[in-house]
């Protein structure tokens, strides 16, 4: 052990490996009591990992133009609206650093109702084509057989999901919108099966769930924003099914929800979780690092199957938000892991968290700032923490590091 874990840099993170994640939204903000409506309103939301980005130095920043392009065609193939904009995103050093940060952008067009296609292109000049998907959107006929939004909770505030059918664990709460017809109103339970779990956390947890949940009955529509931020405003032609579900009882894995005789499926799923957490005999050797040899040897003697809660509950002490079942400072300890791994191996040690830069990293984060000293035939590398009013140094020989002042 080389000290306590400190996690005041935690960062956001980007959203599971694609580049680019689109969704589609269709609501019908006119429909009649039988569902006979005249327009409609399709929001395109796309949500892009800014570090894979190509960027170019502007005034002493660092650039993406990303190109986005949308194209709806007739069932006659005519094209009866095209849409195209322009985004430029800036780069800051924690891009770089964290590969964390995303730009998103929603885009809403309002279509005469009937049967269209879709051709959407996401692209960078410099760098090509990003995303390209094609799709079809029905001519509305009833509420009932709209499909479902899911929306997450982050800081009091909804969020529209991007990804197709899968919530976000990592939220305070997840919310499943589902359109419903007005004869539809008495429904007050759900049902919400669990069909599997998911090996993203290390192993099963809440292997078996099969309960009713309680659900609100809303006449609003939902107004998404550029950035993905959802909003409910009152229409009386719209209704929806507002079912919320809590991350501490509905845990990664696939569900089913049953209403009034219909299925639907859906995921909830740890996105973004770092590799090193993926395995849980490798997450249990990284408890070394920061458990002293009295913590380790007790965890030691904790079965495999229930390490991940153990794992979990010890950092609940770093925690920034204990009122989540996700914890921030135990996903960044592990993202620290993963960085360390890509980074800072060398020809000494077999993984980067073994090495002493990879070790400091974990425990530290980035350094404020990074020096180097070339004196009397010695390179030394200083790392210096300004918050913690730290400086640690590292002797460079034959490109490995060796730490020499801590």
């Known amino acids: 052990m080389l000290g306590a874990f400190t996690s005041y840099a935690a ?136 499909a479902p939004v899911l929306a997450n909770q982050f800081n009091g505030k909804y969020y529209l999901s991007i990804y197709d059918s899968t919530l976000d664990y990592r939220s305070e709460a997840m919310y499943i919108f589902l359109p419903i017809a007005k004869t539809a109103s008495e429904i007050t339970h759900c049902k919400v099966k669990k069909l599997q779990s998911s090996l993203d956390i290390g192993y099963e947890l809440n292997d078996k769930l099969d309960r009713k949940e309680k659900v609100e009955i809303i006449n609003d529509m939902l107004l998404i924003s550029e950035k993905g931020e959802l909003t409910l405003t009152p229409n009386d032609n719209s209704q929806y099914i507002k079912l919320k579900l809590d991350p501490e009882v509905f845990t990664p894995g696939k569900y089913s929800l049953s209403v009034s005789g219909k299925d639907y499926s859906f995921w909830v799923s740890y996105i973004g979780q770092p590799e090193a957490l993926q395995d849980i005999k490798v997450a249990s050797q990284l408890m070394k690092l920061i458990m002293n040899n009295t913590e380790y040897n007790e965890f030691k003697t904790v079965p495999d199957d229930a390490r991940y809660n153990y794992i979990a509950k010890y950092f609940k002490q770093y925690d920034s ?11 960044e300890f592990f993202r620290r892991v993963d960085y360390a791994n890509q980074f800072y191996a060398d020809i000494n040690h077999g993984h980067g968290y073994d090495t002493p830069r990879g070790k400091i990293f974990i425990l530290y984060g980035e350094p404020s700032t990074r020096e180097i000293d070339n004196l009397r035939g010695r390179s030394v590398e200083k790392w210096i923490y300004e918050k913690l009013n730290k400086i640690v140094e590292f002797e460079i020989i034959d490109n490995v590091y060796y730490l020499i002042n801590y």
Request: charged fraction near 20%.
């Open 11 to 146: 960062p956001s993170y980007a959203e599971q490996g694609n580049l680019v994640q689109h969704t589609c939204i269709v609501q019908a903000p006119q429909c009649n009591e039988k569902s006979v409506c005249d327009s409609l309103l399709v929001d395109f939301a796309f949500r892009v990992q800014s570090a894979d980005l190509l960027y170019y130095a502007v005034d002493d920043k660092q650039q993406a133009i990303i190109n986005y392009d949308i194209t709806i065609i007739n069932k006659e193939n005519i094209i009866v609206k095209r849409y195209k904009y322009t985004d430029t995103v800036i780069a800051t050093q924690s891009d770089y650093i964290n590969r964390s940060a995303y730009t998103m952008n929603n885009f809403r067009l309002a279509l005469p109702n009937a049967s269209y296609s879709y051709d959407l292109h996401v692209r960078q000049e410099q760098n090509g084509d990003l995303y390209r998907r094609k799709g079809k959107l029905d001519e509305f006929k009833s509420l009932a057989n709209q």
């Open 321 to 331: 938000n204990k009122n989540t079942a996700y914890n921030e400072a135990m996903n």
